[in-house]
């Protein structure tokens, strides 16, 4: 009997160590993970080219291990995209959809004009995954999209107040019209043809998405007048 209360308490014991390991390589894996994609941003801003092997480097990490995590420099770039601080666009927004089309468009500025350097190598990077293989097709042998849909979905939520008062055809009209006044293409547009200023380009980019706002919100109301 004390034999199995003794194995039952070690193979519980060895559980709970098991699962502790566990959780600790979950959570090592999250560092590894982060400090490639930190990386890949501290070799942008120092205007090197964004490679595996470099990263690795700059991670402290081995190459093997940054391929497992990422296969190609443009998947690592993409995911610089996805750092906390683009969730911070659509937090606590208010009620007015006016106000929260200006946030969202505001914040996202805010963060990409704050590095311009770095999205203009995502850009960059997302752009040469169309250059033309061998059977003159864009590289997307795994069917993944080329760009992500991050820029969409904040403005559905923006917009997401409206989804019940403009017509189906308007809303989707005003969101993907707003989806094009702001964003990378929005602050290359502003910056490098317009040559505005940062504190300009947004300004720009606020006006825009609130004038096509306001102009949808008048089609709705002389078609509801009709």
């Known amino acids: 009997m004390t034999e199995g209360r003794t194995g039952s308490a070690t193979g519980a014991t060895g559980g709970l160590a098991r699962g502790g390991l566990s959780e600790g390589r979950r959570n090592q894996k999250l560092r590894t993970r982060r400090a ?9 801003r120092e205007g090197r080219p964004v490679t595996i092997a470099d990263a ?3 991670a402290q990490v081995s190459v ?6 990422f296969s190609h420099p443009q998947d690592l770039l993409r995911e610089t995209q996805s750092a906390p ?8 927004l208010p009620d007015d959809p006016a106000e929260r089309v200006d946030q969202v468009v505001s914040r996202v500025a805010d963060l ?3 590095d311009e350097a770095v999205w203009r190598a ?5 752009l040469e995954r169309w250059t033309p293989s061998d059977a003159g097709e864009p590289e997307e042998s795994d069917g993944a999209p080329i760009r992500n849909r991050f820029r969409l979905d904040l403005t559905r939520t923006a917009l997401e107040p409206l989804a019940g008062t403009l017509p189906p055809d308007l809303h989707r009209r005003l969101l993907m019209a707003v989806t094009l006044v702001y964003g990378v293409e929005a602050l290359i547009t502003t910056r490098d043809v317009c040559e505005l200023d940062p504190a300009e380009a947004k300004d720009v980019m606020r006006w825009a998405a609130g ?5 949808a919100l008048r089609e709705a109301e002389g078609h509801d007048r009709g």
Do not use: K, N, P
Request: charged content about 25%.
């Open 36 to 44: 490639l994609v930190d990386a890949a941003v501290t070799l942008v």
């Open 211 to 215: 004038a096509l706002l306001e102009a």
């Open 112 to 114: 990409q004009l704050d």
């Open 122 to 126: 995502v850009l960059r990077s997302s």
């Open 85 to 92: 601080r683009a969730f911070e666009a659509v937090a606590d």
């Open 56 to 58: 690795a480097e700059v």
């Open 64 to 69: 093997a291990t940054a391929y497992r995590y």
